[in-house]
């Protein structure tokens, strides 16, 4: 095969020779190479099949515009499927491959498509197999969902390689006062003037060179501007997109660390997520030359012609040998010049009659004529061209390639982010960005100017713009007008051929034809959203780089109007993809999220605990012994607790110092129940509602002294709670005097619950005396000490119905508490126990925890009437009793029995009257166990109407997800010990 | 990404603060009606514009805030404390 790389050209290094695979065969590339130029300097054409109809595409492009050459790199868990060719770097050893054929991009046994493109048009997935009258959004749906997965495979890109992704991401952070995106002249120039005016700037580049365009020109160095930055202090990003810009200045960038490089390097993140946070921002994006619709204009040969002057001036790649070019403006003509001097046969049909181009008359030029239709499939044969859009005068001219500039669009992307719509400027056939309130700035060509003398002038200004709107300086500016060609530009979107089966593209990627956007018109989607989504036109990678003024113009048309009056879609970041790896970063695996561990975390391991998720925190599950399931170890734990003793870490719950001579008035106010009489030396079961009537939260306050308290919430709830309370502190009872303060961490918590649970704890205290049923009576609260001179609290408090205490020591002496508290506990056949048996224990005694308050249930519904108080108004008192909230039929706090003792049911059945099992039933069990105290299943839930209504009845516990179903028994939650007796002792 | 300047820690990320709600609601009395209460905690004008709205710098010095942010732009105008006394010695300190 012959090479297309020519002596001479191009800035790639010739002495660095790099070998890379391209669907399984070997190939050789120079180091400076992207993967497109390589292909094209290896004459491979054919690089994908289109999305639906599976035609060959080729390069359309060079930059990050492409549409055509997506194409997947590496392999494995490596395998990174729609990536430009067009801005890989080439390095040694890279692998990729065409997408969507099968076997191959140059024999696709689906190519078939191409013929039955009339079934292919706009919407015909969605009208096929979605929208099935008169069975749409039933019937169809469910077809539409058992065609998808075979549509997804036909119609579509490269696939993910589905295995976990081994390489890993980071996110970075930086601040500037300024940041220049894009570094052609006008950012160049910015970004100088900026340093020069003392500003700390941030250069970001999406290319692997800095230069912007002037790297597709022949004699271009960027060596000198790249000291003279450096020298500034500029910190200069290569290889980094800005892919958005968001609120208050904030850029979004990704940096690509190494996918240019062949070694993976687990040291080495293989991208960068950045989040810069500036003063000002000035872009510089440059502009993107856009195609021209005709029949066929997607054959592989097909570029714009800055594409072809990048290949030739940068990669020394001459891309044709007879190249027509079509055009309708002046930029083309420096490149036909270099192509024809280059070797190539080059003729240019400009659609304008009337203008002047000073040449050496080394190339044809064919005034007023455009191409409408090229000949060949997989590649150009020849070009049918017309004297005027409306077809005549035919004449075929033989070439191998076509080259398209149907004019120029800024890329206005990054401002649109921003919410700021582009006008139309009809001079110039395109968008231009407009001006915003933001510290926002676009300069360049972004700001539609063609020459370069006026992107650095634009770029100064900008520069100028930036200092004044930071009150740095107070100096007059002035931009260059947009345009800059000594021709006016003459707008050619479209050339028609009516012929059956004519395709012409307007968006490559996604197959999109001027017929759909025509298709799209008539069946009304006249809005220019709609348009787009409804034919997808400049979705996806593309976001509308290169199509999406073909279609505004078509539509434009349709609808007999300006293209300004039918208005652009909204560009949304990112500007181009970025990976799902990046997004997350490090939080990945186990650090997805934050670990939180008590300070006994260790011991409980060292004591054989399994551990269990609980929000953030790690708790003990259960302990058990050899060969223990975990049914075996928690009803042996829960089974000790009741008959001598258990201890349990309950470090997790919140913990709050509330403190000042408002405290009292404070907790009277947010719990539902009483507080300003509990006396010094007390603790108080609370329930806190929220200003709606339903509950928050439930925990204990224990008044330690006359204007301090010590608070305990929930273990998920602790965060919330504690923000609650300062809000109603600093912004709704502002006079009070309290002080609240988050003291979870500084705290260690256990439970010591059993009938031997006092004799356990006066081996450990100091002064046993301060523990007899006198000293601390149940919900008594006491300062004292643990051997050892230990300071700690204890309070009297039972979640197991137990005779029971919550000790608490400072974190730094958990292990030390532990130790004693475990040494003693033994020699009386105690046990460590988890949550399980925490739960099975708590479930008996019908304790409700988050499973039951999930935030619909009223105090009422969980049978705590009695909590609230009738002689005080506190928050959610009043919303409490509104109308909805007292309805009959709510559902009420039950415990549940299986009918048959021996059966076993679920938290999550579905309860259901008896012939009528269907929807949400009745009611539902939110928690159960197996009691060792009653011998069997248990649980506890809600049933509409209560234990009065249906204890007498038996009700269906309906759990169609494990396909299960047993009958119920309706009893009372308070299955043990009703009196609490036990507590008492 | 909106940026709260923290009248006690400067200049900060929106991802360490908490939205609280609508700001100019003037709560009830505990011993409220129904109605009013209803009325304080479900009714929302819906503003298009400058409002004012509490956020909490939660994952800062915990201080609740008053931040006047237009619901449009996220462009935020003033940030005050919420607590009328430290207001004034914010104030007072400028
Ligand atoms: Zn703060």
Known sequence: MKTRRIDNYGKINRDKILSFRWDKKNYKGFEGDTLASALLANNIGIVGRSFKYHRPRGIFSSGVEESGALVTIGSKDRRDPNVRATTQELYNGLEASGQNAFPNVNFDLAGINNY????????????????????????????????????????????????????????????????????????????????????????????????????????????????????????IMTRTTAFGLYDNCVVGLLERVTDHISASNVNIPRQRFWTIRAKHIIVGAGAIERHIAFNNNDIPGVMTVNASKHYLNRYGVLTGKRIVIATNNDSVYETAHQLSEAGANVTVLDSRTNFEIETNKSFEIRKGYVPYNINGSKKINSLDISKSVTINKSETINCDQVLLSGGWSPAVHLLSHRGVKPKWDYNNACFLPSDTKENITMVGSSRGLWNKNDCIASGIA????????????????????????????????????????????????HDVTTDDVRLAHREGFISVEHLKRYTTLGMANDQGKMGNIIGLSLMAELLNKEISEVGTTVFRPPYTPVSIGALSGRNVGKHFRPLRVTPMHQWNIDHGAKMIEVGLYQRPWYYPKENETLSDSYIREASTVRKTVGICDVTSLGKIAIQGPDSTEFLNRIYSNGFSKLQVGKARYGIMLRDDGIVMDDGTSWRLAENEYFMTTSTGEAAKVMSWLEELLQTRWTDLNVNVTSVSEQWAGVSIAGPKSR?????????????????????????????????????????????????????????????????????????????????????????????????????????????????????????RKRGVLKNNDREILVGFFPTNLKETFNAGTIVCEKNNIKGQGIGRITSVTYSPELGHWIGIGFVKGGLDKWKDTTLVGADPVRNKQMNLKVVSPHMIDPKGERMYA | MIRINCPYCGERDHSEFSYGGDATINYPSLDASE????????????????????????????????????????????????????????????
């Open chain 1, 116 to 235: 039955l493109g009339r079934f292919f048009a706009a919407g015909f997935y969605y009208k096929t197999f979605m929208g099935i009258p008169p069975l749409e959004w039933g019937k169809g749906t469910a077809i539409w969902m058992f065609f998808e997965k075979f549509i997804r495979k036909a119609a579509g890109m490269g696939s993910a390689s589905g295995l976990p992704d081994p390489d890993t991401y980071e996110h970075a952070h930086d601040f500037c006062d300024l940041i220049v995106v894009g570094s052609g002249p006008a950012g160049v120039a910015a970004a100088i003037e900026a340093a020069e005016k003392k500003l700390d700037v941030i250069l970001v580049e999406q290319d692997s060179l800095i230069g912007g365009n002037q790297l597709a020109e022949n004699d271009f160095d960027n060596s000198q501007i790249k000291n003279q930055l450096e020298n500034l202090g500029i910190k």
């Open chain 2, 35 to 94: 109605k009013e209460w209803t009325e304080a905690i479900f009714f929302r004008k819906n503003i298009k514009g400058f409002q004012f709205e509490t956020w909490h710098h939660s994952n800062g010095c915990r201080m609740w805030l008053v931040v006047e942010r237009s619901t449009v732009t996220h462009e935020i105008k003033s940030v005050k404390p919420s607590h009328p006394d430290l207001q004034k010695i914010v104030e007072n300190n400028k």
């Open chain 1, 759 to 879: 004799e356990v704890l006066n081996n450990c205290v100091d002064d046993s005396l301060v523990i007899t049923n006198n000293n601390l009576p149940f919900m008594g609260v006491t300062s004292t000490f643990l051997k050892g001179n230990i300071p700690c609290r204890i309070a009297r408090i039972s979640f197991s119905g137990e005779l029971a205490f919550e000790v608490y020591v400072k974190s730094d002496f958990a292990n030390t508490m532990m130790d004693l508290l475990w040494e003693n506990a033994k020699k009386y056949d105690g046990c460590l126990y988890g949550l399980e048996a925490l739960g099975a224990l708590r479930v008996e005694k019908g304790h409700v925890t988050a499973a039951e308050l999930d935030g619909r249930v009223t105090i009422d519904d969980a049978g705590l009437s009695k909590m609230a108080s009738t002689k005080k108004s506190y928050i959610g008192s009043a919303m």
């Open chain 1, 462 to 509: 900008g520069t100028t713009d930036a200092l004044n709107r930071l009150g740095i300086s107070k100096t007059n500016y002035f931009f260059p007008k947009p345009g800059g060609w000594k021709n006016p530009i003459q707008p050619l979107y479209e050339v028609k051929y009516k012929k059956s089966r004519s395709k012409s593209f307007v968006d490559y990627q």
